[in-house]
């Protein structure tokens, strides 16, 4: 039995380091060419938007709560802290998106409508994330860059359903196609 304990004990300080490696190879990745990050909005409880809310009238939408203000800056503080003090920033156009990179602190926030949500019209999903991939692809990616935005857009660029704050790397190929470099958790 002690035995036993000894390997699962081994292979799960294995795991633990092997995902370490992997992370820090993420935060490298992040500061290379052709690589952002696009990160989920931090916490902002309920799902969806009240109806008739507004993109330019906070008091109208779903918001950041406490815990998701205080999620927005650790955030930052994780990118500080993995040798990305300053990033080019775009968001959507939603407080709870603009909010998380503002308080992120890592420069100026610069909205993106191609970033904004569809959740509430499916419809628009196809051409959103056709008009998002051109946009995407004519982006300076010399240095460190960061896009705050939706679930749903994350999904539709990735096929990754991110928690809130989590962020997901990507790496644009030569040819333009986006692909999953990783995964980083901010919790």
């Known amino acids: 039995m002690t035995t036993r304990r000894a390997i699962v004990t081994s292979l799960a300080g294995l795991l633990l380091a092997s995902d370490g490696r992997a992370q820090s190879g993420l935060w490298t990745s992040l500061r290379a060419p052709d690589h952002f990050a696009l990160i989920r ?6 799902t969806f938007d009240p109806p008739g809310f507004r993109v330019d009238d906070c ?44 308080l992120m602190k890592l420069g100026d926030v610069s909205p993106q409508p191609l970033l904004n949500s569809f959740a509430q019209n499916r419809d628009r999903a196809v051409q959103r994330t056709a008009a998002l991939r051109p946009w995407i692809a004519q982006l300076e990616l010399a240095g460190p860059t960061v896009m705050v935005t939706h679930q749903v857009v994350i999904t539709a660029l990735s096929e990754v359903f991110p928690g809130s704050g989590e962020i997901v790397v990507m790496r644009r190929q030569p040819d333009g196609r986006l692909v999953v470099a990783g995964r980083l958790p901010t919790a």
């Open 41 to 46: 909005h931090a916490l902002a409880p309920g």
């Open 59 to 102: 008091t109208t939408q779903r918001n950041l709560s406490t815990e998701g203000r205080t999620q927005a800056v650790r955030i930052g503080e994780l990118f500080r802290a993995n040798g990305i003090a300053a990033a080019r920033l775009h968001s959507s156009q939603w407080c709870r998106c603009l909010e998380t990179a503002t």
